[in-house]
């Protein structure tokens, strides 16, 4: 039996977790963190501190999560992190730290299936194409940006290699701001518009073509369910840092 904490448990994905966690076989809900929820703990600290865990399970948001993150390391529980935020030199960091204490953490942009085969189907194609840029949408009352999915993306492209821009960005004739933020080596695009959740497109181009990947979320949280319980389970037994739902898949 797994034992889960989960922080942000009355939030919308976060809530869908905890239910699941509720109603799987080999999994147990031993806690919830939420400053908006007498019924639960105030933070992960105070969480751990009272009940034994195995997992933390963090859907909270930008501001709180490394704390989160480093909360539970400390205390030698393993993290799956759901919250968007974190840049890469965060997670060079919680990867040190996991290995320190001799625990894992699983970390996603985006907890679902569609979103990993995006990276995945990105990670192809930047091997054949050499151009591409990352659009990031996102509802407009999102803080944080980019969006977690597209800072996976974006840093899992610069795995494979830098995009060619034909013009740097330091040289760009007028505002270099214009061109999106750069990202590992990807410039990114990002959207805060009424009615998106959250949609990440990668477009790709050669001499005469393009080629568009794009992933939107819908408004239910229940995409993310099935991803977050499959890196839950997988969780038990790996030291340090695992990026991305799809190294899951195979």
Known sequence: ??????????????????????????????????RSDPASYSSVAEALAAVEADVLVDYTHAAAV?????AALERGVGVVVGSSGLTAADYEEIDALARERGVGVIAAGNFSVTAALLLRFA???????????????????????????ARELAERLDEVRAPDLRVPVEET??????????????QVHSLRLPSFTVSTEVVF???GERLSLRQDAGS???????????????????????????????
């Open 173 to 186: 004739h007028g505002a270099r701001e214009a061109r999106g933020a750069t990202v590992g080596s990807t």
């Open 220 to 250: 239910s949280a229940e995409p993310y369910v099935a991803g977050t319980l499959l890196a839950i389970r997988a969780l038990p037994g790996r030291v340090g840092l695992t990026r991305g739902l799809d190294r899951l898949l195979d």
């Open 1 to 34: 039996m797994i034992r889960v904490c989960v922080a942000g448990v009355t939030g919308w994905t976060g809530s869908a977790v905890a239910d699941a966690v509720r109603a799987a076989d080999d999994l147990e809900l031993v806690a919830g963190v939420s």
């Open 123 to 149: 990670t192809q194609a930047a091997r054949h194409l050499a151009t591409w840029e990352v659009i990031d949408y996102a509802s407009a009352g999102k803080p944080d940006a980019p969006s977690g999915t």
């Open 66 to 70: 490394k704390a989160n993150v480093f």
């Open 205 to 207: 181009a050669g001499e």
